[in-house]
């Protein structure tokens, strides 16, 4: 879950003086080019993220600020501003809540570029439980209070947009459900009702992925 500045960009034209690193008076700070990366979760998506800062002739530069910024909505970084160490790079990490492209803009004091780094964000089911409607006590023929599932990504967030299949427990006959699957809205919630036709315990599955499967009981009198 790494979405990395690599050091490479085109630095500006050089200008004149000794070989030496000593002898090269810093110019205007540059700043390394974009960045794709794909950042899948399953887990809280948090990206370290780093950028090199270098002047025209592609020293690196030390102690200089560099200043995040993620397009409105689409995250929050650890830290506001950073400072290069001795090689030049600033390091800072990125939550990223928004599925889909989210871009970042690193740029650094007096730089006559800025980075741009940008992650394409898949978001997973972290974990399903029972919100409600467990262990009911219905009657024959009648519909039962929805069963309830909720659905959340790995930083807890409610997850809109799974599809969770619901079905009749192995061996359970005597029920109809209201659907056999339903999709989380953007509470993360997604449920189904039942109607038991014959007398007895009843169990219904709900499934999502690879997550463990959730059973609800209910007795049908």
């Not at 004149?16 to 000593?22: C, M, V």
């Not at 998506?45 to 560099?66: C, E, F, Q, T």
């Not at 409600?132 to 599932?149: E, I, R």
Request: hydrophobic fraction near 45%; charged fraction near 5%.
């Amino acid at each position: 879950m790494l979405v990395t500045a690599l050091l490479a960009a085109a630095a500006g034209a050089g200008c004149s003086g000794g070989s030496s690193d000593s002898a090269i008076a810093p110019g205007p700070p540059d700043l390394v080019a974009a960045v794709t990366a794909t950042v899948a979760a399953g887990a809280c998506i948090g990206a370290p993220v780093s950028v090199r800062v270098y002047d025209i002739n592609g020293k690196s530069l030390a102690n200089d600020s560099v200043t995040w910024t993620p397009h409105t909505g689409q995250g929050t970084m650890q830290a506001a501003t950073t400072i290069t160490d001795v090689s030049g790079v600033a390091a800072n990490f990125w939550t990223i809540p928004v599925v889909g492209t989210d871009t970042l803009v690193a740029s650094a004091t007096g730089a006559y570029t800025s980075a741009t780094v940008t992650a394409t964000v898949t978001l997973t089911a972290g974990s399903m439980v029972k919100s409600s409607g467990d262990a009911q006590t219905v009657a024959v023929n009648a519909t039962s209070a929805a069963l309830v599932v909720l659905v959340k990504d790995g930083c807890g967030n409610p997850l809109t947009g799974q599809k969770v299949t619901f079905a009749a427990g192995g061996g359970v006959t005597g029920v109809t459900l209201s659907a056999s699957s339903a999709t989380t809205a953007a509470t993360g919630l997604a449920s189904i009702t039942v109607k038991p036709t014959t007398a007895g315990a009843k169990t219904i599955t709900a499934t999502l992925g690879g997550l463990p499967v959730l059973t609800f009981t209910m007795t049908a009198q």
